[in-house]
């Protein structure tokens, strides 16, 4: 293992912990999908959430992050993706009225739904890019890369479980089908908040 791995490692482990236990798009939808769902319906959005951060992490690292310096609009159009779908997943969640679930009618989200939202989430966006322009595990783009998103899956999936096992944890507190009402609201309303950087800067 060489010293410059051994040396960035502890800043990579840590940027890592404080990206994936602080509140975010994903750690929001986690938590209102193990109120509404349950731990084990849940496992697969977990999942999809830990093995899309990591493919994010791998595409920055080959070129990706580059491509949006030269291209600048590709960020903007990312931009406006993310803005319209965390909207309507907002809009999902705060129409979510009961934890019981009949077939065919609401479902928690599924692995490649979660692989595929990372493309549109704005922290993981941030994540990437910033792991991919100030952490350096290695001197290879690509391998820097693919270290980094072995580190966000070692320490990034026991994180975003926690927010889902609290979820489950406050099922039997929201049984109550005002209090489950307001929690469901409370979620799109924070998973809204999260949309302000993005907001921020359009009007820049």
């Not at 290695?138 to 890369?145: E, F, P, Q, R, T």
């Not at 929690?183 to 009007?203: C, K, Q, R, W």
Request: proline share 4%; glycine share 6%; hydrophobic share 55%.
């Amino acid at each position: 293992m060489s010293s410059t791995l051994l040396s960035a490692l502890p800043a990579a482990a840590l940027f890592a912990l404080v990206m994936s236990i602080t509140p975010g798009p994903n750690n929001t939808m986690l938590l209102a999908s193990g109120v509404n769902f349950g731990l084990r319906r849940t496992v697969p959005h977990v999942l999809g959430i830990s093995a899309g951060v990591a493919l994010l992490m791998l595409a920055a690292g080959f070129g990706l992050a580059e491509a949006f310096g030269h291209l600048p609009w590709l960020y903007t159009v990312l931009e406006t993706a993310s803005v319209a779908y965390l909207l309507y997943l907002a809009w999902k969640i705060g129409t979510s009225s009961s934890v019981q679930t009949r077939d065919g009618e609401r479902r928690p989200m599924r692995f490649h739904e979660a692989v595929a939202f990372q493309w549109v989430n704005p922290k993981a966006w941030m994540m990437v890019l910033t792991a991919a322009t100030t952490i350096h595990l290695h001197a290879s783009l690509s391998l820097n890369a693919a270290i980094m998103a072995l580190v966000f899956i070692v320490i990034g999936l026991p994180c975003i479980t926690a927010w889902a096992a609290f979820g489950v944890t406050l099922r039997r507190f929201l049984a109550n089908q005002r209090l489950l009402r307001v929690f469901n609201l409370t979620m799109a309303a924070l998973l809204i908040l999260s949309l302000y950087p993005i907001v921020a800067h359009f009007f820049e």
